[in-house]
């Protein structure tokens, strides 16, 4: 019964590699998002994408860029990780329609030492 | 920015209902009022969500003002197992953000 799929639950990462967060939907969904969570932050939105090769910034773009070539794949780039990228991070996808309800991945723990 | 609005915390007696607030004041008339939890270290978890209408499931009930301008989530019986922070969203039509707020961290205590 898995909707949304994260590539890794948790990731060890050195300072200044190149880090690929991958997420996969199986229900066709148009909207596809990434958002991190820390600690008395709640959710912030990195960036989504609203069809294949489209997307817009969240709130936090800086340091990351995403890829989204196929309608069921949307990927998190951090192009030279840095340790403040330490966090917990989340993909989700849904339709346009206001009537039905985002999913969710169980999330990516990611550690930059 | 988040529509909404809701206390950072609450705390409810194990078995009794919770009742959680939110306030969502710029809701436009065609916007679906959700509510998500999420569970220490997992991803949020879809409850309800509406329009207009009160509804219910199995999890939750979701009352909405007439004016639409604040509802109320309702946990019937609450257990130990409903500790999470709830989240209230004003979900946008069409391809626009979903903009989570800081939510409300319930503790529900045996």
């Known amino acids: 019964d898995v909707k949304v799929t994260q590539s890794s639950r948790y990731l060890v990462k050195r300072t200044g590699e190149k880090v690929f967060l991958e997420c996969v939907q199986d229900?066709?969904?148009?909207?596809m998002f990434w958002y991190r969570q820390d600690p008395g932050l709640g959710l912030r939105l990195i960036y989504f994408?609203?069809?294949?090769?489209?997307?817009e910034k969240g709130d936090i773009p800086e340091g990351y860029s995403v890829s989204r070539e196929k309608k069921e794949r949307f990927s998190l780039i951090l192009e030279s990780a840095s340790t403040n990228q330490t966090s917990m991070y989340l993909c989700?996808?849904?339709?346009?329609?206001?009537?039905?309800?985002?999913?969710f991945g169980q999330g990516t723990r990611l550690t930059v030492v | 920015d988040a529509k909404t609005t809701q206390p950072p915390s609450m705390d409810c007696a194990e078995g009794r209902a919770a009742n959680l607030p939110c306030n969502h004041s710029?809701?436009?008339?065609?916007?679906?009022v959700y509510w998500y939890r999420q569970i220490h270290s997992q991803g949020p978890q879809y409850i309800i969500h509406?329009?207009?209408n009160n509804e219910t499931n199995e999890m939750a009930s979701l009352i909405i003002t007439e004016d639409r301008k604040s509802s109320t989530l309702i946990l019937p019986h609450a257990t130990l197992r409903d500790t999470a922070v709830y989240y209230c969203?004003?979900?946008?039509?069409?391809?626009?953000?979903?903009?989570f707020g800081p939510g409300t961290s319930l503790s529900v205590i045996p």
């Open positions: 989700a996808s849904s339709t346009p329609e206001g009537y039905t309800e985002a999913f």
């Open positions: 229900m066709d969904h148009e909207n």
């Open positions: 994408s609203y069809d294949v090769k489209m997307k």
């Open positions: 710029t809701i436009s008339g065609n916007e679906y």
């Open positions: 509406g329009l207009k």
């Open positions: 969203i004003v979900r946008p039509l069409g391809y626009d953000k979903v903009i």
